[in-house]
């Protein structure tokens, strides 16, 4: 299957600053894409070229195998966009304000009625039809907004920092809303600093730092191109020092810390985090000279780095 | 398919600007304010009737003609652009923009709907005037066509200052800005005309001209030209005093207009009125230059915010150039035609 968008060399320079340094992306159909990545490393800034708002300095936008020519037009006909910081007209009540970009995009009347209708029950503000849109609170614009990018039914969703300023519900009513959007077909690129929804709703991730795509692709995928190891957790009753001789004398494991914080002295449990890049069978044959060395393992696990920390090993200058 | 749906901007912003009581609370206060100054007119009458000076009808018309005339002058050469300055700008203030622009609606209709929907409501208020500029009628001394001419330079004026308003909007990133950028113009064109005036006249040595084209810049100028040359005009059913011509420090051109004989209505006339004519004082025709002059100008800040607008690729000339240079040179042969040689203007 195509891709839904393709970015080959995408560059933005402003003057001498390089905002975006030869993007090249694939994002599959289906797929929610999600941004990550420190201020200014030009999340915006791509999704404001394949929202055709901006002009790239060179380099070339697929989307849905449709090249992006110089007025942008296509992007107009295939992508829904959500700006970072987006305002509503306060003065228009909020079927009104449907209305208005449905007129925009030059649906029909007998069209456009029908189709704010049933984006008002998608985004839940159906009870809301007849209010003004100034008196919505900031998760319900946020769902306006998002139904506004929706209403010409495009496959493609651009949404810039669609989480920012919402509380704890709104973030889980947003989270819903873009798995139903996913369900139904559409491709999402969306970008966040909140880091732990990005892991929950995106199925593939791209890490741009400095104007450039640094890795991309499923979340493990992007861990290893990081260099990101897993870790190995470790409880144990007793035999600390043997178990550490055995992980020291084995091939693949990296760093050993003592975690003390979470060792428990009136059970004597002690707790080990190792750097591990073994395959699951060396993980078997680790646990079992571990087991017998006389290391009293009570518990074993494993674990990543998350995103939390990923973003800011990459933010840290 | 586009162009048979009407303009979302336009639906948009006629449904906002009508919503709630500030819209019909400003209609009334400009009615208002007019029939307070046609009151003061009508008092200034009758107080000069009661210390014995000859007042009749038509001198009553006149006089309202002109206080009406340049009141609301005044107020559409302010107000406009007060409905227009905001009209881009605040969407970038407001974050519309970009959201505008990632639809398939083109500047130049983003403009368009931004400038019509202004201008309605302007439009709205000259036309409410029209029942009470009629009253004029019931007193005489002004023809009906003086009155439409005053109605089509008010369109003008409005265009003009409507357009300049939505071009500094679409240069200046805030609407305060914009504001400024709109008022500092205007005001430089009034004062400029009037200043331009005064300093060819002090240059010039020999025989002065006392009127220069140059007073149509000025709205001002070129209202008050109506207003003199439908006073001067005595077929428009208007009995001239004799004694009053030739008290005028004007040398009796706008000797009807008993109003504009009046500090510090006469410096209105400054620039308008010829002297050295041979068969006597003529009031030269400042309004027609205008209506040629502020459409071709309205014509141009178009063009221009239709460049501004456009968030990328600005500068680029297209079909789009071509036509408004056609437009442009058509108004402009056509206007120094009707301004030269047609009979009829």
Redesign the interface.
Known sequence: MSAAIQTINLTKRYGRTVALDQLNLTVAPGTIYGFVGPNGAGKTTTL?ML?????PSSGEIRLLDERLD????A???L?G?M?D?????D??RVW?YLD??A????LPAAKRRSTVEGLLDLVDLAPKRDAFVQSLSRGMQQRL?LA?ALVHDPPILLLDEPASGLDPRARVELRELLRTLRDMGKTIVLSSHILSELAEVCTALGIMQGGRLIASGSLDEVMHQLGNTRRLKLALVRGLEQAQAVLRATPGVGAIEVVEEEAVPSSGVVMLLIEWDGSPEATADLIERLVKAGAGLAAFGSTTNDLEELFLQIATP | MQMLQPNPIIVKELRSRMRGGRPYLILSGYLFGLCLICYGVIRIFEAQAQSGTAIISAHVGQGLFAALALAETLLITFLTPALTAGAVSSEREQLTYDLLLATPLRPGRILSGKLIAALSYVLLLIFAAVPLGSVILLFGGVAPKDLLKVLLLLLAIALAAGMLGLLCSTIAKRTLRATIMTYLIIMTLIVGAYLLVAVRTATTTFGPPSSSRLMAISPFGAMTSIVLQSAQAGGSGMVIDKAMMERSSMGGAMGGNVLLNMQPFSSLTYGLIDNNNVGGSVVQPMYRYAYVGYTLFSIACYWLASHWVRPRRRWRLSLHDLLMAGVFGAVAAAGTYWLQVWPWR
């Open positions: 404001r929202a055709g708002l901006l002009e110089r007025e942008g037009r992007s107009q006909r992508v966009y700006p910081f987006f305002g509503v007209y003065d228009l009104e208005f970009f007129r925009c995009y030059n907004c506004h």
